[in-house]
């Protein structure tokens, strides 16, 4: 019996960060955008930390997508983020999905102000 195929019906900008001089003997960190990618989501579990302006929450979440191979610029990296609109994924781990290679799970995190 297989599993069912991922439903990717969820479009992600992937982003890089990009560091400049801030003109002030600093860096200034910038996120620039290497293009959609189709994606599910899957909610995991949630908790609330203390943040530097206060509590935050933060939800694991589990994301799925269609695989690229090492080195190319669609594959996202735990330096990376995704995002939808306003909302921000973070992402700490990719890992292929199954043994033919198909698809790319990535663990992130989402946090949003409590």
């Known amino acids: 019996m297989s599993a069912r195929a991922p439903r990717l019906t969820r479009a992600l900008v992937l982003e890089t960060p990009v560091t400049a001089p ?3 003997g600093g860096f200034a960190t910038t996120w620039q955008a290497l293009g959609t990618l ?10 609330e ?14 994301i799925t997508l269609r695989a690229a191979p ?6 996202p990296r735990p330096d990376q983020r995704l ?13 292929e999905a199954d043994a033919q290679g198909r698809y790319l799970i990535c663990t992130a995190i989402e946090e949003a102000p409590a």
């Open 22 to 24: 801030d003109g002030a």
């Open 70 to 75: 090492q080195g190319v610029g669609q594959r």
């Open 38 to 47: 189709w994606a599910e989501i899957r909610a995991g579990s949630g908790r």
């Open 49 to 62: 930390r203390l943040a530097t302006l206060g509590p935050m929450g933060e939800v694991r979440l589990r």
């Open 83 to 95: 995002r939808e609109g306003a909302r921000i994924f973070r992402i700490l781990a990719v890992a």
